[in-house]
């Protein structure tokens, strides 16, 4: 199948797109929250996360590297916007008779390191993943997408783990438990993303039938910056 070079973008595009920024957001006020599965202990981000890098999938899939390239940015832009316009607000002093300081500083207080860390590792993540799905897609002539979403995902997941953990905890929590919590938070991201594979590939599907897509990236830049080449 040809790569398509109509530039139009579809409502779907648009709805993935802002389903793919509210995640981002919304993983972001999750992180506050720590929480317990079984003997495991994580983020409530692990909640919502995992969707971002299933529409990074269903994206990939089917609008190809250059739609997916500029979804991450504009997720990246958005996520951005959030943590600067929190940090104002809980920089700005609240009225008198407000008590609710400390809830909201635990929320929109994020500290440069940690907000650092998020940004580097989610945009790595991010493109890790699309680079993967995009090589995967060419390799096996468009067949396998259950196998290039998971090891996709997989990628993804360990390059912002990897980048994420020793940047914004390295030397709060012992080095000798990095190993383990990157693996744990890798582990149970990849099972959510087998679970709920049925229904990606349902979308997938629905999504090529409904804008007659499926692109295939032969002789593209995998160059993160050229959001314009589409």
Known sequence: MQQTKDQRISVLF????????VCLITANVLETKQISLGPANMTAGLIVFPVSYIINDVVCEVWGYGRTRLLIWLGFAMNFLFVIFGAIADWIPGAPYWHGEEGFHQIFGL???????SFLAFVCGSFMNAYVMSRMKLSSAGKNFSSRAVLSTVFGELTDSIIFFPLALGGVIPWEEMPSLVITQVTLKTLYEIIVLPVTIRVVKFTKAHDNEDVFDDNITYNIFKVKDL
């Open 111 to 117: 500290a440069p390191r940690i907000a650092g860390a």
């Open 14 to 21: 648009m709805f993935y797109g802002i389903l793919f920024c």
